[in-house]
Every structure is written in structure tokens, then in C-alpha cells.
């Protein structure tokens, strides 16, 4: 139980675009999710955390006009790079929690974005 | 400032010794405290949660220590095998209701037959 998906698992895209990247939680209703991004050799940075049907709350310095997140359902949390450029070159992972008792975290198996 | 510290970023060790692998913080009072596995190009895996009130907790061949006078845990796999190869990340559960992680940078195991 507690399966989290991604997708894309892997992306390459054009300075400028915008990437779009899905997190589901398969097997569980999550009332919370949390996007992190992770550059080689670092730890996991927090971007945002999100709620299902309310906004979401970014870390400081994480520019909530680029790093969209939506989290329509209790199933699925989206992560959208606006105009992106070759510094947000990273690993993207989200996770999922459970309502309810202690927050562990259920994560997925991360998206690894490269812009050229 | 705040801050977390896994004690090195490398450990090797022969197949069958006990790694240990130490978590430090600073300037944090968590509720509680994770340990995952993260294995390269893949996402944390959970392996263990000690709460703030516990001083020991076991599942299988892992034990976890929590002290939070010294504001260390301990990570223990026994009999170490070579699968268990792989990034080790402490968290501790800070913010509103424990929700938000703060990871370490991780510790990489390596266990040699």
C-alpha cells in the first residue's frame, strides 16, 4: 500500500517552455502533498506544500508564479516549471501523507527535468 | 541557525559488520524523527519513525535511537548485506502539526562482500 506515482519520470525540454509534472497517490486518499526538488549530492529541499482544494504554501525563496501547484483531488497534485531554464535542471519529487497519525511521508519516484 | 547533519556522507563496511550512521540537529525541537533509503535516480523509500518520547525503536535488522538532549539519532542496520547499499536520509518533522521534512543531506552506505 501507500504507492505514489510520477510522470513524466524523465523530461527534456527547451529554455522557455513550461513542464508539466503529475503526482498521484494510487492506493490512498492524500490530504497532503509535498513537492521537493534535489541537485546532486544535496539533500531534498522542500518547495511547497500542498493541501487538496485550498492553495498552496511555498518555502522562502521558492517563486510561487514559477512553481505552479494545483491539488484538485486527494488522488493527484500537479507541478507546473513556468518559462523554464536550464538552472531548474533538477530532480523533482513529491510526496503524499496520510490524514491522520503520524506524517509519514510516501514518496514518489521522482521526475528529472533537464532544460537546454 | 538551524541545521541537521548526518555525520559523514560516506560509509563503507564488509558484509555481515553493523553500519552505524549518526544524525545530528540544531536549533529544531521535532516531534519526531524519520529515516529512508534512497537509492540513486529514485525516490526516499520510509523506513522508520521514533517520536520524541521514545528512546529505541526495531523493525527487522534496523534500530533507530532518538535522544533529544543530545539532539542526535542513531541509525543501526546489523549484519549488513551489500543490498543494503545506499543513501540513508534523516528528517525531522518540524512546523504546524509535524508536517513539514527537513532532510539531511544523507549518508551513503556501502557494504562490501
Known amino acids: 500500500g501507500a504507492v505514489v506515482s510520477q510522470h513524466p519520470s524523465r523530461v527534456i525540454c527547451k529554455s522557455g517552455t513550461s513542464v508539466k509534472i503529475e503526482c498521484r497517490s494510487l492506493d490512498f486518499q492524500a490530504t497532503t502533498m509535498f513537492w521537493y526538488r534535489q541537485f546532486p549530492k544535496q539533500s531534498l529541499m522542500l518547495m511547497a506544500t500542498?493541501?487538496?482544494?485550498?492553495?498552496?504554501?511555498?518555502e522562502q525563496g521558492v517563486e510561487k508564479d514559477k512553481f505552479l501547484i494545483n491539488h484538485a483531488s486527494l488522488t493527484l497534485s500537479t507541478l507546473t516549471v513556468t518559462s523554464a531554464h536550464p538552472e531548474d535542471s533538477s530532480f523533482y519529487i513529491c510526496?503524499?501523507?496520510?490524514?491522520?497519525?503520524?506524517?509519514?511521508?510516501?514518496f514518489g519516484p521522482g521526475t528529472r527535468l533537464l532544460v537546454l | 541557525s538551524q541545521k541537521i547533519e548526518q555525520n559523514s556522507e560516506a560509509l563503507n563496511i564488509q558484509e555481515g559488520k553493523t553500519a552505524t550512521l549518526t544524525c545530528n540537529y540544531t536549533n529544531y525541537s521535532p516531534a519526531y524523527l524519520q529515516w529512508y533509503r534512497q537509492d540513486p535516480g529514485r525516490g526516499p523509500v520510509f523506513l522508520l519513525l521514533i517520536r520524541e518520547n521514545e528512546k529505541e525503536k526495531r523493525k527487522e535488522r534496523l534500530k533507530v535511537t532518538f535522544d533529544t538532549t543530545l539532539k542526535q539519532s542513531l541509525f543501526h542496520i546489523t549484519a549488513s548485506q551489500p543490498a543494503d547499499s545506499a543513501t540513508y536520509l534523516c528528517a525531522l518533522a518540524v512546523g504546524q502539526a509535524g508536517t513539514a521534512l527537513i532532510f539531511g543531506k544523507g549518508t551513503t552506505l556501502s557494504v562490501s562482500s
Open positions: 510526496s503524499a501523507s496520510v490524514s491522520g497519525g503520524p506524517k509519514t511521508q510516501y
Open positions: 500542498s493541501n487538496e482544494g485550498s492553495k498552496a504554501t511555498y
